[in-house]
């Protein structure tokens, strides 16, 4: 049974950070590259950012580029996204999932049960 299970979401303030986590089981993990999605009310899932199973190649949306950054540990099975000067537009639920095409351009979604994911509200 494959587990996505986020964690470290919250409520910040415009330009404050957050990490959130992914512990994940149940597949091979470090064959595998890895993503986290977000989606707000009213809009559709959208990809945040993308890594290769070694973590060698990274993709972002460019909404987050320079202000986010994607990483993992192929020991703890985990991934991980650092969030910086978070800004209203942020807020939403962020879900982690594997994915196919990191550094292709065309990244999509592996396991088609998603996790319940973890809210960040950025609010002032």
């Known amino acids: 049974q494959v587990q996505l299970v986020e964690s470290g979401g919250g409520l910040v303030q415009p330009g404050e950070s957050l990490r959130l986590s992914c512990v994940t089981s149940?597949?091979?993990?470090?064959?595998?590259?890895m993503s986290w999605y977000r989606q707000a009310p009213g809009k559709e899932r959208e990809l945040v950012a993308g890594?290769?199973?070694?973590?060698?190649?990274?993709t972002y949306a460019d909404s987050v580029k320079g202000r986010f950054t994607i990483s993992r540990d192929n020991v703890k099975n985990t991934v991980y996204l650092q969030m910086n000067s978070l800004e209203f537009e942020d807020t939403a639920v962020y879900l982690c999932?594997?994915?196919?095409?990191?550094?292709?351009?065309?990244?999509?979604?592996?396991?088609?049960?998603w996790g319940r994911g973890t809210q960040v509200t950025v609010s002032s």
């Open positions: 999932n594997a994915v196919t095409g990191v550094g292709t351009g065309h990244v999509r979604p592996w396991f088609s049960s």
């Open positions: 890594i290769s199973s070694d973590g060698g190649i990274t």
């Open positions: 149940g597949f091979a993990f470090s064959s595998d590259s």
